[in-house]
């Protein structure tokens, strides 16, 4: 690629893609859980060091790997490009010459191609240094699918620092979505989850008997029940919020009150405000019906990953890039997703935006979603990830807009 300013980008990407594909298939054949991702984290290091990328750095909360690509036109801002590594504990049951050969382990989100991807994204930008000022830091990340997460360490080791990190993008590939179509909103895109478990305490005994008891089974019935008014009645009606209770366990005799019940669920939000108020309500709710009931509980709420807020002057950055690659006509504002991501965690300490590829293809059979054994994509939709987040790492350090930290620091 000698002539890079006389090509377009999708030249490019025509013709690194056979090989952006053998590593996908190769990442695909060998997957590694949350944190395990050594090869995977070798092969990155090693393959951005080969390509000359500078300031190449391993082992950062873990396996993670970042690396430096420096646009030749001097200083500049800095973009921080991230794909996640991990796959899942699932056997695979695809019949493909590319199957996990990890029995057990499977790349059933896609996360072998969104590494694939920002490999190719990696030399692409490097063929255009030339053509920008200022610096794309590339990171690869670890055990996105495990709360707490690899981004959160990664963070904490400071990555968003040296060089100081303006903006931050990512994406994931999406199977609810036909290849062809990007789709992204701005605000809050993907929720909060967190986790509670409600432990009530009361006192067990001969079920024929229940006077002299204090029967943990009804009270769960009554919080379970009551919980289902904070959404209803609690949050605003306009907001978006779940309170699921996934496990009640009690109880093992058909003539015996037990001494204790265990009540947990999932949480997800889209608002700090919201959050806090579930938080708040779920224990004060249990305590006081527990309370009126005569026992006493133990209660644990537990923080996953924060709701992916992207910024909307990044959005719209990005809704612009995208409809060059894939048509106006085929960028489709998203709704509101009530998983999560822990790319959340590098949207809440710098402006940025989160978009998803579409992957699905019916036609080849290609419709499984995440998650499932099998899972498997379109890989014509790594051609457009990579195309479109080179073309928003390029325009974000070109444009002028978009940077409100600098631009505050030239009007001291
Ligand atoms: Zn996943
Ligand atoms: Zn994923």
Redesign the pocket.
């Known amino acids: 690629m000698a002539q890079a300013k006389t090509r377009t980008l999708r030249d490019d990407i025509d013709e690194i893609l056979p090989g952006v594909v053998a590593d996908r298939r190769d990442l695909h054949q060998h997957p590694e859980l949350a944190f395990q991702e050594v090869r995977t984290a070798g092969i990155v290091a090693d393959r951005l060091r080969a390509l000359g990328v500078e300031d190449v750095r391993t082992g950062i909360a873990q396996t993670g790997v970042t690396g430096l690509i420096r646009g030749a036109q001097g200083d500049g801002k800095t973009v921080l490009l991230r794909a996640?590594m991990d796959a899942l504990p699932i056997l695979e049951e695809n019949e493909v010459d590319y199957v996990s050969q990890n029995p057990g382990v499977m790349h059933a989100?896609?996360?072998d191609a969104h590494t694939a991807m920002l490999l190719g994204v990696t030399r692409l930008l490097l063929d255009r240094r030339d053509d920008f000022a200022g610096t794309v830091k590339v990171l690869f990340q670890p055990a996105?699918e495990s709360p707490p997460g690899g981004a959160k360490p990664m963070i904490e080791a400071g990555v968003l620092e040296d060089p100081p990190v303006d903006a931050v993008f990512g994406i994931?590939v999406a199977q609810e979505h036909p290849v062809g179509e990007i789709r992204l909103r701005p605000g809050p895109a993907m929720a909060a989850a967190d986790r509670f478990t409600i432990r009530i305490r009361g006192k067990g005994g001969h079920g024929a008997r229940p006077q002299s008891t204090i029967d943990p089974i009804v009270i769960g019935a009554h919080i379970v029940t009551a919980l289902q008014t904070l959404v209803s009645r609690s949050v605003d009606p306009t907001e978006e919020a779940v309170v699921t209770v996934g496990v009640f366990k009690a109880g093992e005799a058909f003539n015996v009150i037990p001494d204790t019940a265990e009540l947990g669920g999932t949480v997800r939000t889209f608002t700090p405000e919201n959050r806090d108020l579930l938080e708040e309500r779920i224990g004060t709710l249990a305590r006081g019906i527990a309370q009126a009931m005569g026992a006493e509980i133990d209660y644990a709420y537990t923080r996953g990953y924060p709701a992916t807020v992207n910024d909307s002057e990044m959005t719209e950055l990005v809704r612009e890039e995208a409809a060059k690659v894939v048509g106006a006509d085929h960028v489709v504002e998203s709704p509101l997703i009530m998983g999560a991501e822990d790319f959340s965690y590098f949207l809440e300490a710098r402006p940025g935006a989160f978009w998803f590829v579409g992957s699905k293809n019916p036609e080849r059979g290609l419709v499984w979603g995440?998650h499932h054994p099998k899972f498997d994509l379109d890989e014509a939709a790594m051609a457009i990830g990579m195309e479109s987040m080179a073309s928003v790492a390029l325009r974000y350090l070109s444009d002028e807009a978009g940077d409100g930290r600098r631009e505050a620091a030239d009007r001291v």
Do not use: K, Q
């Open positions: 996640d989100c896609g996360h996105e994931h995440h």
